[in-house]
């Protein structure tokens, strides 16, 4: 039994979420894999996983033997990765985790020029509303830095920008420009809502009057848990939201979509910070790609701000 590729299976299954799925990721017959899984837990003497029909699930011995795997494996990855530095190109695959909004905005246009520079690195995309809670199963989680993040995450300051409220041409002609904070009462709003937590009432800040803060709670028209669900709705014509500043600017949307009560932002700003499960097993790939996508957003942030399209008074 190749016991090294034994480990990088049961890593596969339990990562990709079944022994098929495995299978189609490591280009290997499913038969193959569920051996390599099966001589694995032979060769230990106990159960990995639980298996049924309809679901697979670890063990207790499997939960622990895979925290110390993936490290292992990690530290076996960035030994070859070094050696690799010194003799061939960057290669490999990379797991990325984040939401819809930075997936589109930032990581999809990052990743066409990075794969452009280094043609041998495959990179894995994968969105959620809450892609904080599978921090560990990513080489890299861009999150908000406000989401909760484990004590020993390392954390990766990415981008810090207001929100604006944005709403669509033809929102606006049916429903009029408002003038104040307060006159959202009389507005349709999209809000992006977390499941399981409390709908805040929106508070403002205006930086051109001495960061005044006001709070303001309209009723909301449509109300979703993922941001580029929230964008299109807005896009649409469903109402006012918040986006961040480079959502006007950094993706097409052929002028439809305007600022409204400028000078005014949203008191809690986007801050963007990468994750990652440990700096001591970073393999090179992910170290490169890493600051690779920290210029890549700090030179959309800039263009974001230098090229604002005018608000709508």
């Known amino acids: 039994m190749d016991h090294l ?21 490591m280009d290997l017959a499913p038969a193959v894999v569920t051996r390599q899984v099966q001589d694995l837990e032979q060769s230990l003497a106990v159960r990995l996983l639980h298996r049924t029909t309809r679901k697979m699930s670890l063990t207790q011995a499997g939960e622990g033997y895979l925290s ?13 990765d070094q050696v690799r530095a010194h003799s061939s190109e960057i290669s490999g695959n990379l797991r990325v985790a984040t939401t819809s909004l930075v997936a589109v905005n930032l990581l999809a246009p990052c990743v066409a020029d990075f ?10 995309i994968h969105t959620s509303d809450r892609p904080v809670q599978e921090l560990h199963q ?6 908000r830095q406000d989401d909760h993040l484990d004590a020993d995450a390392v954390v ?28 959202l009462s009389r507005h349709r709003m999209v809000r992006l809502h977390t499941p399981g937590t409390r709908l805040h009432a929106i508070a403002l800040a205006n930086p051109a009057g001495g960061d005044r803060r006001i709070e303001v709670a309209p009723v909301w028209s449509v109300m979703s848990n993922d941001d580029e669900t929230t964008y299109q709705a807005v896009l649409a014509g469903a109402g006012l939201t918040f986006l961040p500043e480079l959502a006007l600017t950094a993706r097409p949307h052929g002028g439809q979509l305007r600022r409204v009560l400028a000078p005014w932002v949203s008191a809690d700003g986007l801050k963007l910070v990468a994750t990652m499960p440990s700096r001591r097993f970073l393999p090179l790939r992910t170290r490169t790609f890493l600051e690779f ?6 030179k959309v942030a800039a263009t974001a701000r230098a090229v604002q399209p005018p608000a709508v008074a």
């Open 115 to 124: 794969q452009r520079r280094y043609p041998a690195v495959q990179v894995e």
């Open 138 to 143: 990513f080489d890299l989680t861009i999150v």
């Open 68 to 80: 110390r795997l993936r490290l292992i494996l990690s530290e076996i990855e960035e030994a070859e």
């Open 293 to 298: 996508f920290v210029q890549h957003v700090q």
């Open 5 to 25: 590729q034994s480990m990088r299976v049961f890593q596969c299954v339990v990562d990709e979420g079944g022994f098929a799925a495995a299978a189609r990721k």
């Open 156 to 183: 990766r300051p990415v981008l810090d920008m207001n929100y604006v409220l944005c709403g669509s041409v033809q929102y606006l002609q049916v429903h009029g420009v408002p003038e104040a904070p307060e006159d």
